[in-house]
């Protein structure tokens, strides 16, 4: 089970999360022409990669507030965690 | 029966506390601090079950963790337990056991004539043997090996012990209590971490409790018994024994079974049996020793055939002989301890040392003894059938290639010993990248992936004093890391006898003409000829190997048998061992009951279950109930002999005719605050959200990005900035993290809170052509006229003194209310609706009528609302804003949502207007058509209309728009019915929608 440092929270098993996809998604300005192509790069396109990563949790039995987390995807080392009005360095 | 092969005064079981017990039956007699293993050795008992393939008789082999042979069916309080490990199970009064697979009985076993029939049995034979013809897999060959080949049985009744978690965090967790794990645990402790130790048998000490060697001036086991009394004493340390640590994961979590009960004959009041700990740890040292390696000879599962060091552990620790006549086989000089502990206590052993002229303290103390050791000789095979009666012996050439002339010597036993195994499994758990040191034949931990260290003989450091040192060492440099503090307590000396180089020798050739089996793995019988059939045929990969062969794969996990297993496959593919690599090691370490991984989630432990204020007013009312996610929410009121059709229906029709009640507390709720709530809205749902005035509810629909529907419910807004949101019982924390989602990364510049209010009101829908009459009595002094309160209007009154928000909206299509209040007010509030309301013939209804009422509306719930379908699939394409973008609105666009043709909900009504529909058939044009059918549709719903007392289904049907009045057949090969429908609208009653605004 991973330990996350929850920005608000600290130190936190991974149970109390939610995991929320990849946090480097931006979604496309509201009434802005897009073409197909971006939008189903917005909705469904993924890299699913293999190493580090930033993606989205939720500290849903905590603070409830979404974070950002920098994790290897096949270690599973955590490098940094971020609140959501950080950007993503 | 008398303990013969007891000592007397020798050992740490308690003589002044004799124990009964029973194995297969038969009454012994044991003391305390026995294993069952050890107490029935002392009775001379070494025949314990038969082997699972070949059914060869079955004794003791190990003293531990690592036995594979004794394993047995255990009873205890009523309760039974299957593959119990004897040497692990601790004695109490009135155990029972017995063998498992063997029939009738251990000593007469049937299943043995496989043993004559091996040749037929080879590596992979089941694979090769039971493939053709498929069909037979299940019905004929799998039951029969199963019952051929199987362990113990699994006690099917309720396990009425009770298991529970802890979650735990330290500085240090140390997995062991031998010489390493309490050294280090002590430095550490000293200099104030919080530690945990843990040890997995009863007795704290390890080999520290069958060394010879002195630490300061005391014994080893004196030592040790002193630093565990220190250790206890000491706040920041939790001390644990019968606990295991099975499993390292992420991060620094490890898993540990306590075994709280299992040693006594009934678990105590309010004790659990078992306790799971899960325990994040800032650091982990792994002191989890050696298990010592067998050497591979003939016949070398004969019962009495055994590990040295557990032949010493039962002499030392429980005071008894595993023979009287022993053998001692060996290429190290672990071998020698045991020879002369047996030498010690009036029993005279034969060593048989593969080393040619190995000088050392310990041999050379053997030799002063006058023990009789035969150099450069090995035990080509073990004879006797249920018990080791002689050996064949030889001598061995140098190169250790050929066997010399045969001599059989009598003996009762042999201890073997190939040397040491590090115990590495919680290291390789961890990720570590374990590597082979060459000086010891075995793997040891490499690199660490996380914070975990291996010490003493886990890393492959076999003695004394350098382990001693480097514990107390690590000890104190971790914990000086954690807590900055700086007590360096000084190391004690250390008096241990020198020993020297092993041989690197680990199976005896075959003599010439014969064909002994030379078992590598004991509990799965994979000899050596099975791995070099698995070789012949191609496999080469060491994780093929264990799979066809199932090396390594029984229950003990190839403690004793993967590494000889590697040096067979390098041997024979010439190659060496590190080239062919381990097998992964997995948790759990040893088995783990599932009791304990349940832990306290069972029965109704397994979920929360929510109730609605009113509960108790519905339990009391003959409400039968329905989970509702983890709510419990009432089916139907059972009136006499009702069931569900006829309950649901009765209530139903009551809605329709007169006024019915509905308990809709479980809705989600959510508070909606801030300036810009309006404009958040807007772009939540699908259409439009900023004109919306005060005192106005409006329904929504929201979707998800890829513009499929997620949710739907009405908002209303309370003030100026405050709405309050209403979401299926379903979707209610899915739909809050969804807005909060959007407020915090999407959109964070929205001034918008949102809070969870699902709990806070209680909720009564009141519904039904005499709704009106009935608020208008709930409220005498407001206008609830469908002027002062029109369709969708919202006011806040005064239920009798209590403050209540009066809704106009409507689920099931009729006129109809929904009044919240607090919760606390929830049952005051629904006693008066139901005391006013019986004038108007009220009746409480139930989530089945419920759902009888908007189904005949065509009104779309979850059902429809399924995770697949779009506003237009279920005819809610009219709430889609064209002025406005929202979230999920482009997909809409996308080709498969726009084509001609797609799915649409539409009515279903069977011709016969009698059969009832099941939910879940399919909609196809020609009930005959050859298989697959083309399937057109799916019922989603269905119910019995009250309205026009025939069964309506709604369904999601292809081209739903253009097939209004088209006949199908609805087809359900589960339920075997074919049913001839007609496809009519989805709003089958009150199409206009007149009754809501009535």
Redesign the interface.
Known sequence: MLYIKCPHCGMRSQNEFSYGGDASVKRPELNKEISDQDWDNFVYNRKSLRGKHWELWQHLSGCRQWIKVERDTATHEIFNTLKANEDIS | MTQSFRLENVGLVNRDKKLSFKFNGKTYYGYEGDTLASALIANGIHLIGRSFKYHRPRGFFGAGVDEPYAIVQLYRNGETEPNVKATEQELFEGLEATSVNCWPSVNFDIGAINNFLKIFLPAGFYYKTFMWPKSFWYKVYEPFIRKAAGLGVASIKHDKERYEHK?EYCDLLIAGSGPSGLASAYAAAKNGARVILAEDKARFGGTLLTSEANIGNKSGKEWAEGIITELKEMPNVTVKNRSQVFGY?????LVMSERISDHLPKTKKFHPKQRLW?I?AKEVLISSGSIERPIVFGNNDTPGVMLSSAAKEYLKVYGVLVGRNPLIFTNNDSGYESAIEFKKNGVDPIILDTRKNPQSEIVNEAKNLGIKIKFSHVVVAAQGYKKVKSADIAKISDDKEQVGEVENIKCDCICVSGFWTPTIHLASQS?NKTKFNADIDAFVPGIS?QNEKTLGAANGVYTLDETLKSSFETGYELSKKITKKDNKISFPNVVEKKSTIHDKFWCVPLPKGKNYKRFLDFQNDVAVSDVEIALKEGYRSIEHVKRYTTLGMATDQGKTSNLNGLQLVSKIENKVVPAVGHTTFRPPYTPVSIGAIVGREVGKHSKPTRKSPMHSWHEKNNAVFVDAGVWLRPRYYKKGNENLFEGSKREAKNVRTNVGVCDVTTLGKIDIKGPDAAEFLN?VYTNAWLKLPVGKARYGVMLR??GIVMDDGTTTRISENHYHMTTTTAQAANVL?HL??YL???W?ELNVNVVSATEQWAGAAIAGPKSRDLLQKLFPNFDVSNEGLPFMGYMEGDLFGVKARIFRISFSGELAYEVNVESDNGTFMWKKIMEIGEEFKIQPYGTEALSTLRIEMGHVAGSELDGRTIPYDNSLEGLLSKK??FIGK??LT?EAFTTEGRQKVVGVIPLDKKTSIPEGSHLVKDSNAPLPNPKLGYISASCWSVEYDNPFSLAILKDGKNMIGEKLFVMSPLKNKVIPVEIVSSHYVDPKGERVRS
């Open positions: 979650y994961y992420d991060h620094n979590m899960y994040r990720g992936k772009r990005e890829d993290s909060e989602y915090q990364l999407v964070p406005k973008d482009r997909s996308r």
